[in-house]
């Protein structure tokens, strides 16, 4: 009897389902033909009923696992675009996920009148169906009218696949999308350059070709635009599992900052930042620095702030280029805290770069320095001497843009946006691995030598700025570093320290003389 009912109630819901979709395929050719765009906002609701419904991989959000038989073949695949391709190729296009935005973001309201927007994605060699669910997702949980169109550029893929087939699907898509082929292989920089030039949204909103827009991810993002068309504003990056596509929401609690070779990191939100925003979480954070893959930002702004350094080449350093000068010349760069975005973070890239990828990023971190680090510069190319090896084109252009915008020095931007960042500026001496500062601290980036017992190692721990046991005077004369609550000289390491510096009594030997180069007193 209980199998008869369980059958039962399969096949009603089934049946159920199957008049679901019919209505949908009828609401949907209707709808079609309407003019009233802001009536198609039920769709994205019932398209998630449906999803949420279905026991499919990866539905929700959740991970898929890969039976055991398959995983040589999965490991196969996984080569070719550096993520879990056969997982992503079990999960639907149009995949259900969860609401992870906090719960004042769910209830806030925004203006009826916001701008609408042009999407931008640069796309070389994408797997179908990580490039298809960042299509469908962007259109299924945006509001009809406030996404004006998509523009897919393509930048030479060689696949078959994202040539006629790519189109004939797009084709049939609710929102225009357009396809821009670059002739030859131009970089992320310059396809992007590309696609912007070619938008006609108010808003241009840059989206990496491995996303998921989650619920409610678009409406505060333009909101904020248009309270102040300088700010240029990111979403929450959440992460998707290159190995098992699970969701996984991000954190509200961290933004952008940079390290002292200028590499992208993110960092705790300062109390500075927290008091600012009287404890309201909903309200955006202001980031020193963005992950640039996705943002964005008011059309005619984008172009007098300067677009982008078309003299950068392919990818790398373009982000913190377009942060300096966002904040130098009058911009403020925000992420919005109620819009999340999936993105699928990979290990390693799946490209090569002309002429490798360290010459690309210092070349464009080069000319990033020249143009807006000031003598800040000086300090980046002491800790990272490649870069003043490379050839980095004519700037003159772009400094030329500064002076007209009448943009602040860097200074400013380190005071005032960025007052918690590694580079020291106050310092003794330089390295390409430490720096001896005027606190009498041995650091790179955050950390500092610290030492808690005689005769023991020393080990770099986060920089406290209370010196107690990361306070060290340096003697010029003996060339020693002593180290002030133990008393104790920092030693050479040895093959029975493990190859760790320690610390011991002072005795003038060779292994305690330490000769601090670029010595010189910034403040």
């Not at 879990?84 to 925004?110: H, Q």
């Not at 993002?221 to 248009?226: C, F, Q």
């Not at 925000?334 to 975005?341: A, G, K, R, Y």
Request: a neutral charge.
């Amino acid at each position: 009897m209980r199998r008869f009912v369980y059958c039962k109630v399969v096949l009603t819901t089934s049946l159920v389902w199957v008049l679901v979709d019919v209505f949908l395929l009828l609401y949907f050719s209707e709808c079609n033909k309407c003019d009233n765009k802001k009536d198609h906002s039920l769709l994205p609701a019932l398209r998630a009923v449906m999803s949420r419904t279905h026991v499919a991989p990866g539905e929700m959000g959740k991970a898929v696992v890969i039976p055991k038989d398959e995983q040589e073949k999965m490991k196969e695949l996984f080569k070719i675009n550096q993520f879990n391709l056969m997982a992503s190729d079990m999960i639907a296009l149009n995949r259900s996920l969860p609401d992870v935005r906090l719960d004042g973001c769910k209830t806030k309201t925004y203006p009826d009148e916001l701008p609408n927007t042009s999407i931008v994605i640069v796309f070389h060699n994408e797997a179908w169906s990580t490039l298809l669910r960042t299509i469908h997702s962007a259109i299924n949980r945006s509001p009809r009218h406030l996404l004006l169109e998509i523009l897919l550029v393509d930048d030479a893929s060689e696949r078959d696949f994202l040539k006629k087939k790519l189109e004939h699907h797009v084709a049939t898509l609710e929102v225009p999308v357009r396809i821009l082929r670059m002739v030859q292989r131009s970089g992320l920089i310059r396809a992007r350059l590309r696609g912007a030039a070619a938008t006609r949204g108010q808003v241009i909103t840059f989206l990496d070709a491995h996303c998921e827009c989650t619920v409610g991810w678009l409406e505060p993002l333009l909101a904020r635009i248009k309270e102040d068309r300088r700010a240029v504003v990111c979403p929450i990056i959440d992460v998707i599992s290159d190995e098992t596509f699970e969701y996984m929401a991000g954190s509200d609690m961290t933004y952008g900052g940079f390290n002292w070779k200028l590499n992208f990191r993110w960092y705790p939100v300062p109390q500075r930042e927290m008091d600012r925003r009287k404890g309201d979480r909903t309200l955006p954070v202001r980031t020193p620095t963005m992950a640039g893959g996705l943002f964005s930002i008011d059309r005619t702004y984008f172009e007098e702030i300067g677009t982008y350094d078309s003299g950068m080449d392919i990818w790398g350093g373009e982000n913190l280029e377009m942060s300096f000068r966002i904040w130098q010349c009058g911009g403020s760069l925000e992420i919005v805290t109620c819009s999340h975005v999936g993105h699928v973070f990979r290990k390693a890239t799946p490209y090569s770069f002309p002429g490798g990828t360290g010459q690309v990023i210092n070349k464009n971190n080069r000319r990033l320095a020249e143009v807006w680090m000031d003598e800040f510069k000086d300090f980046f190319y002491i800790i990272s001497p490649g870069v003043v090896r490379v050839d980095y084109a004519d700037v003159s252009s772009r400094k030329a843009l500064r002076e007209s915008l009448k943009c602040k020095p860097f200074s400013w931007y380190l005071e005032n946006i960025y007052p918690d960042s590694q580079i020291p500026r106050r310092y003794y001496s330089l390295g390409e691995v430490f720096s001896y500062t005027a606190d009498k601290e041995i650091r790179t980036d955050d950390l500092c030598l610290d030492a808690s017992r005689l005769n023991g190692p020393v080990v770099m721990l986060k920089c406290h700025h209370m010196k107690g046991n990361q306070m060290f005077e340096y003697d010029a004369e003996r060339l020693t570093l002593l180290h002030v609550n133990s008393n104790q000289c920092l030693d050479m390491p040895s093959e029975e320290d493990k190859m760790v510096p320690t610390l011991r009594d002072c005795s003038g030997r060779r292994s305690q003389q330490w000769i601090l180069r670029n010595m010189t007193l910034s403040v």
